[in-house]
């Protein structure tokens, strides 16, 4: 029992730090390039991959998180079986990387006109099929290594992928200024191709012969998924653009940029725990998805592990909100303390839903999980969201955001309770009910008019907060012998 939750924490702690020295190192690359290339060669650069990215979803079919089941389940098998499931999946990524390149060259000169209103920009976009190429290929080594659950590899592969991007891009840049930016584009995209694709390759991974269109007929469940994946991404984006222009129609550009800055906070700060879902829980899951029993046991070890860990970085967001906006931003950006005081209440419910979330996809369930993650989710978002700044501003917004995630977490565990026979343990779901009443309990005494009276009774509840979740984890994971043992070494 132990070992299990010993295993998971080993993947989050992994994908975890990887993601504070990406972070680091993104905030270094974003300072050196808006000083080589400035503000309009960084939105030259905005325009190019944001234009692209709608054709690498669109090529790529989804297979990334598709074929990471479909390797994982494999796994199970005999070598044959991994050598079929490899081959049918390595020749529906053939047929992408084409399908990309032809796509991107075919619609260079409208990308141009969309993108700067003229044709000046054709033959660069004909030059950035080569970034499609190599993205898909990215994608296409990273779902082998995540299938195999290569997870040290993969944490070494983003961090060099980071260093050398920021390399690759500052040389391109002081050498040729905005003249750089399709360069650096290209050899970026190159650079971290290689580096995944190379101990891919000495995996010496077994293989059998088979033709694309037989892989392709083969392949058309795991294809079918990942275009269900890929329309609901396309959904959640679209809704994302009429919340956006719904607040500058009731209110204004800024207030986007005030709501943005908050979810972008908050985000990062549980971004170190949801790194390791889809690198390690997901593939965990899709190997075990078709025994209840263990799929039961290992969606509530992660939710418990995500649960000890989410609860006290989310607890520190809401005490020192005000000094984190004075580091990360400037005064200007004070007025959104509240709404991220409110977005961690909401993280902590999106902490609880996810895992559960993950089943319907991990099955291969596709009409449950476009309904549930395509279709109800984001209805919700643009509904409730809408309704709570209509009528609220940015406050009603991130309230909004709160009950939004709350009966997406009701509905999404009935649901699978019914469809799948999964079950939350008792403790675990009045564990987190304390722990969000706790929280309000912690914003609601954080706006008391006595400062020091206020800080004090937010240490005290944060301090209950540090010490339960520690225990909390200790007994799970043993968290107080690993630190120890860290700070001894």
Not at 328 to 348: A, H, M, Q, R, Y
Not at 446 to 461: A, K, T
Not at 468 to 476: F, G, Q, W
Request: with cysteine; charged share 15%; aromatic share 12%.
């Amino acid at each position: 029992m132990a070992s299990s939750y010993k295993e998971i924490f080993k993947g989050t702690a992994i994908f975890g730090g990887t993601q504070i020295i990406q972070v680091l190192v993104g905030l270094i690359r974003l300072k050196l390039v808006s000083i080589l290339i400035g503000a309009k060669g960084m939105g030259i650069n905005s325009l190019y991959t944001s234009s692209l990215v709608f054709i690498q979803n669109f090529a790529g079919l989804g297979l990334k998180d598709s074929s990471v089941r479909n390797i994982s389940i494999a796994t199970s098998g005999d070598e044959k079986l991994i050598a079929h499931r490899l081959t049918v999946i390595n020749n529906c990524f053939y047929f992408s990387y084409g399908l990309g390149v032809v796509i991107t060259l075919l619609l260079s000169p409208i990308l141009s006109m969309l993108s700067f209103k003229c044709y000046d920009y054709t033959i660069n976009y004909g030059f950035l099929s080569l970034y499609v190429l190599f993205q898909l290929q990215f994608q296409h080594y990273i779902a082998i290594l995540q299938g195999f659950r290569k997870l040290k590899t993969l944490a070494i592969i983003s961090i060099t992928n980071s260093i050398l991007g920021l390399v690759v891009s500052a040389g391109l840049y002081y050498l040729w200024g905005v003249d750089g930016i399709v360069p650096n584009i290209i050899i970026t995209s190159l650079v971290c191709m290689v580096c995944v694709r190379i101990p891919v390759q000495r995996m010496k991974l077994p293989s059998t012969k088979l033709s694309i269109k037989e892989s392709l007929r083969e392949g058309k469940d795991m294809v079918s998924m990942g275009i269900v994946l890929t329309i609901s991404v396309l959904i959640g984006t679209g809704v994302n653009y009429f919340i956006n222009t719904i607040i500058t129609r009731f209110g204004n550009v800024e207030d986007i940029g005030f709501f943005q800055a908050a979810v972008n906070i908050t985000t990062q700060s549980v971004s170190l725990i949801f790194a390791a879902m889809t690198a390690d829980y997901y593939p965990r899951l899709a190997k075990v998805c078709d025994n209840r029993e263990e799929m039961i046991s290992t969606v509530n070890k992660q939710s418990e592990v995500l649960f000890g860990l989410g609860t006290p970085i989310l607890a520190l967001m809401i005490v020192f909100s005000n000094l984190i906006i004075k580091i990360l931003l400037t005064n200007e950006f004070l007025v959104i303390v509240s709404v991220i005081k409110l977005l961690c209440v909401g993280s902590l419910m999106q902490i609880f839903s996810y895992p559960i979330g993950h089943i319907s996809f991990a099955k291969g369930d596709k009409k449950f999980f476009f309904f549930y993650e395509g279709i109800l989710s984001s209805f919700l978002r643009l509904i409730l969201y809408s309704i709570g700044y209509i009528y609220g501003g940015l406050i009603g917004l991130a309230l909004s955001v709160n009950v939004t995630n709350l009966l997406y977490s009701i509905m999404i565990l009935f649901a699978t309770k019914r469809r799948y026979q999964y079950r939350i343990g008792t403790r675990l779901l009045l564990q987190y009910i304390c722990v969000v009443f706790l929280f309000y309990v912690l914003i609601i005494v954080s706006f008391q008019e006595n400062i020091m009276v206020s800080f004090l009774l937010q240490i005290i509840i944060l301090s209950l907060l540090l010490i339960y979740s520690i225990k909390y984890l200790d007994d799970r994971i043993g968290i107080v012998d690993f630190i120890k043992n860290k700070i001894r070494k």
